[in-house]
């Protein structure tokens, strides 16, 4: 993939885990932990549907158990992970797995979490491309392309004049430099999401000042 990017001999040989998959097992992890992190809390309902490889393999590999734990903001190394469909249970959440073997995904490991709680939807794709390494490629029906492992702000806004340079000025402000920008609308004037990788920032601070610009919906940050 054009954007696939090594930063250590620990992205080749893949990431410290519990077993027994770096794709299948800490990659649908992190892919699980990116979910929690965009939707900001536990879902009440969390759908899980896995595409091709993941489909007919999640049972066995771990995939199931590590896509939930995620989403309850595991590590890959906890080693609470393979219970992670027990405890989700006891915080009240509600878990179903649609597997769909035999429909074409962009990626063999595909993965579509939807989160819900009260009138609050949330769609995300990602795919784990080896090596615990992910992508995700969807969010709420916009194509995007998040990578584990940079910083990176997730900025859901309405479309309007001088909204990019807003959230550009506050990020300057904290001399934090912008490595990678890519803006995604509905329409024009409609819902836009704006993805920002970023130099490592204090985030609270940002975070806190970015809230108060006018028709900014939702800021996220993960690392």
């Not at 490889?53 to 595991?74: C, E, I, N, P, Q």
């Not at 819900?116 to 992508?135: H, P, Y």
């Amino acid at each position: 993939m054009d954007n696939l990017r090594y930063k250590s001999v620990f992205d080749i040989i893949g990431p410290v885990m519990i077993g027994p998959s770096s794709s299948h097992t800490a990659g649908a992890a992190r892919i699980g932990k990116i979910v929690r992190s965009i939707f900001g809390e536990l879902p009440e309902k969390l759908e899980i549907h896995l595409y091709e490889s993941f489909a007919k393999t999640y049972r066995g590999h771990g995939t199931d158990v590590a896509l939930v734990a995620g989403v309850l903001g595991m590590d890959t190394d906890d080693e609470r992970l393979p219970m992670a469909p027990q405890l989700a249970f006891e915080q009240g959440m509600e878990i179903s797995y649609v597997p769909h073997p035999e429909e074409k995904a962009e990626h063999p490991n595909t993965a579509r979490l939807i989160a819900k709680k009260g009138d609050r939807t949330m769609t995300v794709t990602g795919i784990s491309i080896g090596g615990g390494m992910i992508q995700v490629t969807e969010l709420n029906g916009f194509d995007i392309a998040i990578s584990a492992g940079v910083p990176t702000f997730v900025v859901i806004h309405e479309d309007v004049p001088g909204m990019i340079a807003r959230v550009s000025s506050v990020l300057s402000e904290h001399q934090i430099n912008i490595a990678q920008m890519n803006v995604t609308r509905e329409a024009k004037g409609e819902k836009a999401i704006m993805i920002l990788e970023v130099d490592i920032p204090n985030v609270k601070e940002v975070i806190e000042e970015m809230k108060l610009i006018p028709r900014l919906h939702a800021v996220n940050f993960f690392n």
